[in-house]
Nanobody, 120 residues
């Protein structure tokens, strides 16, 4: 069973930075799409950043230009560099890795979540 373990969350002041990491129990090349989601208090889980195995990235408008998603193959890790954080970024952040096989349902794997709190 594939496991994803997130780390790097914590408490930071407005304007600060954090780097989240998601380490997979298998080669990250096993997946086709890598994503970070977040769930803010009393809100639905939302997509924050996406990276495909082809290198294409996409970001939610609220984080565009501040967050960067990346992959380290040798460490089996997906990272989310978060800069210029604001209290609105306070959330539990989840890593998601997806396997796409044409003609079959997507296989989604989730981490347990890591809390990010930005103080004003």
């Amino acid at each position: 069973q594939v496991q994803l373990v997130e780390s790097g969350g914590g408490l930071v002041q407005t304007g600060g930075s954090l780097r989240l990491s998601c380490t997979a129990s298998t080669s990250v090349d096993s997946f086709n799409v890598y994503s970070w989601y977040r769930q803010r208090p009393a809100k639905q889980r939302e997509l924050v950043a996406v990276l495909t195995n082809g290198g294409t990235t996409n970001y939610a408008p609220s984080v565009e230009g501040r967050f960067t998603i990346s992959k380290e193959n040798d460490k089996n890790t997906i990272n989310l560099q978060m800069n210029r954080l604001t209290p609105e970024d306070t959330a539990v952040y989840y890593c998601n890795c997806r396997i796409l096989v044409p003609g079959t349902p997507d296989r989604n794997f989730w981490g347990q979540g890591t809390q990010v709190t930005v103080s004003s």
